[in-house]
């Protein structure tokens, strides 16, 4: 039963004020939205920097949904992954994590990577070139969502991707936004 108290003290010194683990859905992420968006409410949050989080909020869900792959083990198939939100004194985090075939990542590491190198006029041109010129890849994105995080933040994404087995990753996803608005 200290797992319980572990898991707690965990959240407090990580500042994590919404943290999700399962199978992810339309509704669930639904559920999860509502939740988040009493919580940015309640806090009193400048309207700006709610919208930027929520925006983040929306892509990294929906590239759970979209974008995890299935664990095989044994006949069950699981979209298991998991979602958090931190607060801290000058920035929101929202992290994410779902397991990924390794032979998905290069082509994600290579996106994730080109993203970091661009500044924001460079990010603005790379989502205008994706809406341009895109194609929907076979599980429905074009890969705008990471674009519109980079964008939306104003920071680098930070990710990895830690070993579950021989066939498969667990993507590991980190947006910062910070709590004070541009002038």
């Known amino acids: 039963m200290n797992y319980i108290y572990d898991l707690h003290r965990t959240m407090m010194s990580q500042k994590l004020i919404l943290v999700y683990q399962g199978d992810f859905t339309q509704e669930t992420t639904k559920s999860i939205l509502t939740m988040a968006e009493r919580n940015l409410d309640s806090s009193g949050e400048e309207s700006a920097i709610k919208r930027k989080v929520f925006n ?42 779902n397991p990924i075939r390794k032979t998905n990542i290069p082509g994600l590491q290579k996106k994730l990577d080109q993203i970091n190198t661009l500044d924001k006029e460079g990010l603005k041109e790379l989502y205008k070139e994706i809406i341009k010129n895109t194609t929907i890849s076979d599980k429905g994105g074009a890969g705008l969502g990471f674009v ?14 830690p070993e579950m087995n021989s066939e498969y990753c667990f993507f590991c996803l980190k947006v910062n936004v910070p709590r004070e608005s541009e002038n």
């Not at 979209?79 to 939100?85: D, N, S, V």
């Not at 519109?148 to 991707?161: N, P, Q, T, V, Y």
């Open 148 to 161: 519109d995080m980079a964008r939306k933040s104003g920071a680098k994404l930070e990710f990895s991707f």
């Open 56 to 97: 983040v909020m929306v892509e990294a869900l929906q590239n759970i949904v979209k974008h995890s792959d299935e664990l095989v083990d044994g006949e069950v198939r699981s979209h298991a992954a998991i979602f958090l939100i931190g607060r801290e004194p000058n920035k929101y985090s929202i992290m994410s994590g």
